[in-house]
């Protein structure tokens, strides 16, 4: 293993108490007879032996990472590893901002609802889709209800009409045990 300076060592790149906690192997950690090198200019050095493999990035002062554990036979690169996982690091930082989290918001109703209750529920869901979150619209049935469930269907089908000019229904209205349900999403 190429020896750095400590002032270059981070114990958050995955380095803790000289175990390793790295989805790479690096140096003297690949076991494999052979591997397929690629240079630190990023050409093929074709299949070698891991040994001669090392001899060669420590001449450059660089690193010899597994890139691909998995292929036959597998690929490792010579690269300065310090720089490899910091790139790494700001990658998954730039898709965790791109990211949308979609929240499921739900609105409960039961199936005797008046019209200017469902109304208010009908705003609610609005504001929902319009933040672009998912509205789950429950409909629970307790004791005798149980009894009506199949006539009771049209209230989520009058409350998925009253909102289809921004919403479109992403799954279509199913019975789950006492409740029965579905799941709006925003118009795109």
């Known amino acids: 293993m190429l020896l750095r300076p400590l002032s270059l060592w981070n114990f958050s790149q995955g380095f803790y108490g000289g175990a390793i906690i790295s989805d790479y192997f690096i ?9 397929r090198l690629i240079g630190e200019d990023g050409g093929q050095l074709g299949i070698m032996p891991t040994k001669e493999a090392l001899k060669l990035a420590r001449e450059a002062d660089l690193d010899l990472v597994k890139i691909a ?8 690169k010579i690269i300065d ?14 898709a965790r901002k791109k990211q949308k989290i979609v929240e499921v918001k739900e ?19 609005r504001k929902f889709l319009a933040k672009g979150d998912k509205v789950k619209v429950t409909l629970r ?40 349900f579905l799941i709006l999403a925003e118009k795109k």
């Open 27 to 35: 140096n003297e950690q690949i076991r494999d007879k052979e591997i």
């Open 69 to 76: 554990p998995t292929a036959k036979p597998p690929v490792c």
């Open 81 to 94: 590893y310090g720089k490899f996982r910091y790139e790494q690091s700001r990658k998954e930082k730039e």
């Open 107 to 125: 609105i409960r109703m039961s199936p005797n609802i008046e019209e200017n209750d469902m109304n208010t529920k009908v705003n609610a869901a």
């Open 141 to 180: 049935f307790r004791g005798r209800e149980m009894a009506h469930v199949q006539h009771s269907k049209h209230i989520l089908d009058d409350f998925a009409e009253k909102l289809e000019d921004v919403s479109v229904v992403e799954k279509a209205p199913k019975m789950e045990g006492r409740n029965m």
